[in-house]
Each structure stands twice: as structure tokens, then as C-alpha cells.
């Protein structure tokens, strides 16, 4: 199991579902997980497509590879592209992966 699936299970399991919204790519469950708003995907493409957004109480501390992906391709600008295929992925890893580590215990003790 990946760090984004686990999350997204602990998020599904311990979060409040606040509604679920259909895009044109899909479905997506919005969920209130302690102090965060999370977007989930509920038909990844890849395990790395399941947490779409994070925002907290000061703003958006995550958006997934293929938002960062598509932002960078209505801009234009060719270095946030490049950025997007080979940076993202590890930043977003590793932001994940704190993410589950902050609040797997503080889902469990409550």
C-alpha cells in the first residue's frame, strides 16, 4: 500500500465526509480530517491521484502532480512543466508521507 492510499484510508476513516462533487474527470469526496479539508478521488487513475487538494485553515498546502501539471500547461511556462513531471512527484511524496505521519497517532488517541 502506498503512502497516498494509506492516507486517504485513515482520511476515510477517521475524517467527516462533508460532500461528494462529479467533474468531468471523475468523482471526488471532500472530507473534514481534524483542521484539514481534503479532496479525494474516487476513481485514481494511479494511487498517486488519490489526494487531490489539502487546505488547512491559512490555505492550500497541496494540490496533486496533474493540477500543478495542468496549471503549468494553461500558463505556458515551460520550466514549471518540466517541474511538474520530474520535482512534483518526490515534493509531493514527501508531503504526504509527513502529513500521515503528523496525524495517524492524533486519529487513533481521539
Known amino acids: 500500500m502506498s503512502v497516498y492510499e494509506a492516507f486517504a484510508r485513515l482520511v ?12 468531468l474527470i ?7 480530517f481534524f483542521d484539514l479539508i481534503i479532496s479525494i478521488d474516487n476513481e485514481p487513475f494511479s494511487p498517486e491521484d488519490l489526494i487531490v487538494a489539502i487546505d488547512d485553515e491559512k490555505g492550500t498546502i497541496f ?9 503549468a500547461w494553461v500558463s505556458g511556462d515551460p520550466q514549471l512543466l518540466m517541474d511538474s513531471f520530474f520535482i512534483c512527484p518526490a515534493i509531493s511524496h514527501l508531503v ?7 496525524y495517524l497517532i492524533k486519529a487513533y488517541i481521539q
Do not use: A, F, Q, W
Open 96 to 102: 504526504i508521507l509527513n502529513l500521515y505521519k503528523k
Open 12 to 23: 476515510k476513516e477517521k475524517g467527516r465526509k462533508l460532500k461528494t462533487i462529479k467533474s
Open 63 to 71: 494540490l496533486s502532480c496533474n493540477i500543478v501539471r495542468g496549471l
Open 26 to 32: 471523475g468523482t471526488k469526496t471532500i472530507y473534514k
